[in-house]
């Protein structure tokens, strides 16, 4: 245990926060001229907001991943985030920028833009900014590969999170994330997250509600080297175990193998 017990060479931060999700998240269906219709949920969160269907460009929808919908070695996405944030700059899109561009997107916010203005989150950390801004987006949150934990679990489940229908999946701010260019990078760290005794520290020092970033200041996994073998049969038994899990076959005998790799990598 002392062995693993150390900083990772990777740090994690948290996913995307919107402080009125009833707004931001919703269901998609194609609609005519290659927009869609999108149906917020209205019911999500402790504040809820009129139900709305509109039609809307595609531009800025994108597949939304939430805490429950995460398990070990498995991710079951099932709605989409609004994300009208510039990733790079780290502040919503420019009134001007969205008006030419998503034009009915724009529409669509402002609907709520009362509401919006009066999230704390905005009023604390966006005032000044556009009013449909959210939080903890940057160029970490279109990585095109990341491992995904949940804050809140009574256990620790990784999994390995890309893309659907073409469009990166981001996670919600209940979910902690480390971003990857790499596939094969990704499954190296997720599988190390999920050996045993990993998960061994983390139900040791961590109560269920707070499994947040630091667990990458507690587990040494070192960097990944793509000429280590043994590196590269950690990331091929992660693949492994995604592609039975979401099939529904049993990955006992495989994380067994991981547990042995794991004891020989620390």
């Excluded at 931060?13 to 209205?42: D, E, H, M, Q």
Aim: charged share 25%; glycine share 4%; with cysteine.
């Amino acid at each position: 245990i002392q062995k693993t017990i150390g900083q990772a060479a990777y740090t994690a931060s948290a996913g995307s926060c919107t402080w009125l999700n009833g707004v931001y998240w919703g269901r998609i269906k194609p609609s005519k001229n290659g927009l869609i219709k999108f149906s917020n949920l209205y019911d999500v969160g402790k504040i809820k907001i009129e139900s709305v269907e509109e039609e809307m460009e595609r531009t800025l929808v994108y597949p939304l991943l939430r805490g429950r919908e995460v398990e070990r070695w498995k991710i079951t996405p099932e709605s989409f985030i609004i994300v009208s944030q510039d990733a790079s700059e780290r502040t919503g899109y420019a009134l001007k920028w969205m008006e030419k561009h998503v034009p009915k997107t724009l529409a669509y916010f402002n609907r709520f833009k009362d509401r919006l203005l009066e999230r704390s989150g905005y009023k604390k950390y966006l005032d000044g900014e556009p009013f449909y801004s959210i939080y903890n987006v940057s160029e970490n949150t279109f990585a095109p590969y990341k491992v995904v934990w949940k804050e809140q679990s009574s256990e620790f489940e990784c999994a390995v999170v890309s893309s659907l229908e073409g469009k990166v999946i981001v996670p919600d701010h209940k979910l902690m994330l480390v971003p990857f260019q790499s596939e094969a990078e990704a499954h190296y760290v997720c599988c190390l997250l999920n050996s045993s005794v990993s998960r061994f520290i983390v139900q040791a020092y961590t109560i269920s509600t707070q499994q947040s970033t630091h667990i990458l200041e507690n587990i040494r996994i070192p960097n990944y080297d793509p000429k280590n073998e043994l590196h590269q049969d950690l990331t091929r038994l992660s693949k492994e175990c995604h592609e039975k899990v979401a099939i529904g076959i049993t990955v006992s005998d495989l994380e067994d193998q991981i547990d042995e790799l794991a004891a020989e990598l620390w």
